[in-house]
């Protein structure tokens, strides 16, 4: 679902995923290993695929190749020196306790960094993709990564769960068709007090982004939020060189 940057595992790795999840699901543990199951161990990790538990075929994903070809481009080296990443996570002021939600995480680029800015707290990680989800959870058990949830979304449904503290959106809602219903959604979903953050390419000709045709403009941006029942917190213009940075807030 979006444009996002992690080093890619080996995919003969990935694809024991989904595999292990059937076998997983198809043994009883003894009971003497009940309790020990109930330990996370990194080296162990659980695997309880979120593809699995909505019925999702692995046999209809795209092949590997395609996949990885992806999601090098959203990682992608370079990407950071405009992006910047970590200057973004810093600039959302988590306390480090906080239940983010990465819409439209792809391949994990900022999930990850949140993971890291909140060791008291959790990162869901959403998006469209069933593959992207695939990479972000294989991520996840395989180096034990405690505190992130890889979660498989419908485009018209973003399930903003109810104890949200902030949404992060970065390059998805220009992808979205119906953009008004779907901040909607999200807005509709979103506790009081919670914020949604947005960053979208910005208008002119620029070397990165989108083509100028489906860019959205900073007053589509605050207009599409207050229709949704948000409010414009704050913004960091300066932050990012071809990107807005707008923070909105769900009134109590």
Not at 115 to 132: C, F, K, R, Y
Not at 151 to 163: A, E, K, R, T
Not at 192 to 199: I, T, Y
Request: hydrophobic share 45%; charged share 25%.
């Amino acid at each position: 679902m979006v444009v996002r940057n992690v080093c890619l595992v080996p995919l003969v790795t990935v694809i024991a995923c989904l595999p292990a999840c059937r076998a997983d699901e198809q043994r009883d543990p003894p009971a003497s290993k009940v309790a020990a199951l109930a330990v996370h161990d990194p080296a162990r990790p659980p695997i309880d695929c979120p593809l699995r538990k909505q019925g999702i075929d692995p046999n209809h994903l795209r092949p590997f190749e395609d996949v990885e070809k992806y999601i090098a481009f959203l990682e992608r080296p370079d990407r950071a020196i405009w992006q910047k990443p970590d200057a973004v996570v810093a600039a959302l002021g988590l306390t480090g306790v906080e239940t983010v939600v990465d819409l439209g995480a792809g391949s994990g680029y900022f999930t990850f960094r949140l993971a890291n800015a909140l060791p008291h707290g959790q990162v869901i990680a959403a998006d469209t993709e069933p593959e992207m989800i695939r990479h972000i959870h294989h991520k996840v058990t395989s180096e034990g990564i405690r505190n992130v949830e890889a979660v498989l979304i419908q485009p018209d449904d973003p399930g903003i769960p109810d104890d949200a503290d902030l949404v992060f959106v970065c390059d998805v809602l220009h992808h979205v068709p119906d953009r008004a219903a779907w901040l909607g959604k999200v807005a509709a979903e979103m506790r009081p007090g919670a914020r949604l953050v947005l960053v979208e390419f910005k208008e002119g000709n620029l070397p990165e982004g989108p083509p100028e045709s489906v860019k959205i403009t900073r007053a589509q941006m605050v207009e599409l939020a207050a229709k949704a029942g948000l409010v414009l917190d704050s913004e960091r213009a300066e932050l990012l060189p071809y990107q807005s940075f707008l923070v909105f807030r769900k009134a109590p």
